[in-house]
């Protein structure tokens, strides 16, 4: 059987000309950058041009770049960098729908005397700016907002909130995971201080992100020890993991505007289907600002895990709420702060394309599905017979 995945806001594949460009570093080309050898030099060179690729698709200077072990890194050393660098100002602004990879952190720096304001969101999953604007004083330190959220795909007006809190005097920063190679960036016009990426959703490796620093944004470095990353973020570089995500930047910006309309021409005929064929389902998130890649469908009555099981036996991957989460029997927090009620939040399905989908792969989930919807309803306690 073959897999048809639809789980791209989870992880995507590697694409093959990344994987061509890391293969020789792991036991050719497998040099220590700071080495003084000519051997360790090359590698040196190999980080710099992977720091120009992804400097190319952000729009902003390769100085700007640090590169870290992922999103998750990227969170965590924008946040605590960005207090330890003001600590006379104790609150940190963010909202109800960002990423574990945010929230857990504001969540814990609540506990350790910070004030933390978490915006809420509207039904379609949008944030009020005027609260933003009310909520931001002299004491705000950080506001972090995700660029698009992993669940919905919601894309929120960030570039517009990077303007407003610059006019208060602090720090934004936005966890962009779910948004670069999906959308376009850029940063040279932009008023964003703080922004992270994570290799491993835009076909490069797993285990390499970046944080992009504006000039003159202070950070005081999270991770202590040797001087590379020009003393912002010790540890010997992850080479293969640099040069991966530097390719990846590259082809995404090759092909951003031509993959966008494919993507979003499959993903609109799967959602249109779904919601056409199954009744009682309906779409969660603003339908007009959403990455392309993206749809988050609530099925009444029925359990998004069961859905998952089943679409499991005929090879189709999709996911039932962010992967992180998954695994767990609570409904996704990101559903249940949209006001989405707790049975419809329950039966949630998100399906993430990518490049490497087909019509073909569509049109078979779009005969396989409505079936296993049928048949779970009439196993429902919940629908009256
Ligand atoms: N932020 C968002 C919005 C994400 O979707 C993810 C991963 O799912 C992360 C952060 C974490 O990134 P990483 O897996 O690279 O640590």
């Known amino acids: 059987m073959t897999t048809i995945y639809f ?16 293969r020789p570093l792991f036991c050719d080309l497998y040099g220590n950058p700071s080495s003084m050898h000519t051997f360790g030099g090359q590698m040196g060179r190999r980080i710099r041009q992977a720091r120009e690729q992804v400097a190319a698709l952000l729009g902003c200077d390769p100085s700007e770049i640090i590169f870290t072990s992922g999103g998750t890194e990227s969170d965590n050393a924008a946040i605590k960098g960005t207090l330890a660098a003001a600590p006379n ?46 909520r931001l004083d002299d004491d705000t330190a950080l506001v972090t907002i995700m660029y698009a959220n992993n669940e919905t795909g919601v894309i929120l007006p960030v570039e ?22 999906k959308i376009p960036l850029n940063l040279s016009k932009s008023s964003i201080d703080l922004l992270s990426l994570s290799g491993h959703k835009l076909h490069g490796p797993k285990g390499i992100g970046v944080l992009y620093v ?23 570089e992850n080479v293969p993991g640099i040069v991966g995500l530097g390719k990846a930047c590259e082809l995404a910006a090759d092909n951003l505007e031509e993959e966008n309309s494919r993507v979003k021409f499959l993903r609109d005929k799967l959602e249109a289907a779904i919601l056409e064929k199954c009744p009682d389902c309906r779409l969660n998130g603003d339908p007009d600002h959403r990455l392309p890649n993206t749809c988050n469908i609530s099925f009444e009555y029925i359990e998004g895990e069961a859905i998952l099981l089943m679409l499991d036996k005929y090879g189709i991957c999709a ?57 779970l309803r009439e196993l429902s306690p919940f629908v009256v017979k």
């Open 7 to 22: 789980d791209n806001n989870a992880t995507t594949k590697v694409a093959e000309e990344v994987l061509e460009e890391i």
């Open 214 to 236: 504006r000039k003159g944004t202070r950070l005081s470095p999270y991770m202590l020890g040797g001087h590379q990353e020009a003393g912002r973020r010790a540890g010997t």
């Open 89 to 134: 100002k104790r609150t940190i602004i963010t909202t109800r729908v960002e990423h574990p990879a945010v929230l857990t952190v504001c969540r814990d720096l609540e506990n350790h005397g910070y004030n933390v304001v978490e915006l809420g969101v509207d039904r379609q999953g949008r944030l009020d700016l005027t609260e933003l604007e009310d």
């Open 319 to 375: 996911s039932s709420g962010s992967a992180c989460t998954s695994g767990s029997l609570e409904p996704s927090h990101v559903l249940r702060a949209m006001g989405v009620p707790f049975t419809a939040a329950h039966g949630s399905i998100r399906f993430s394309l990518s490049r490497y989908n087909t019509e073909e792969e569509v049109d078979y989930t779009i005969k396989k599905l409505p079936p296993i919807i049928s048949r």
């Open 160 to 181: 517009r909130i990077a303007d407003l809190v610059a006019s208060k005097g602090a720090v934004f920063h936005t966890d962009a995971v779910q948004a670069v190679g």
